[in-house]
Nanobody
């Protein structure tokens, strides 16, 4: 059974940085992509970006490009979300998710960032932004 556990959230001032981690256990070679989403009460999960676990290729939404970076560790079991130049509207619970058996080219598609494409979810880590 696969589990995902996020960590690294906290309170930061606007303009600050945080690095979130998504630690996976139970991954197999079939688990090909990981995505990050932002959740706020009463709103659908917002897309942040995704990564191909095999190649490290990423795909992020325009609002975070140049500010957020998604990466993997060398084991392929931990994904990171480096968040810089944080803004108040970046606040929320950041959740990671995993999916399986996707071709390499899939990471470049809109589907890679879609919450409908992921089967396994973490519980989230809270990011608060306030001066």
């Amino acid at each position: 059974q696969v589990t995902l556990v996020e960590s690294g959230g906290g309170l930061v001032q606007p303009g600050g940085s945080l690095r979130l981690s998504c630690q996976a256990s139970g991954f197999t070679m079939a688990h090909t992509n990981i995505a990050w989403f932002r959740q706020n009460p009463g709103w659908p999960r917002a897309e942040v970006g995704c990564i191909d676990r095999r190649t490290g290729t990423t795909n992020s939404v325009p609002s975070v490009k140049g500010r957020f970076t998604i990466s993997m560790d060398n084991t392929g079991n931990t994904a990171y979300l480096q968040m810089d130049s944080l803004r108040p509207d970046d606040a929320g619970s950041y959740v990671c998710a995993a999916t399986t058996n996707k071709p390499h080219a899939w990471v470049q598609t809109r589907q890679c960032r879609s919450r409908h494409e992921y089967e396994t979810w973490g519980r989230g880590t809270q990011v608060n932004i306030s001066s």
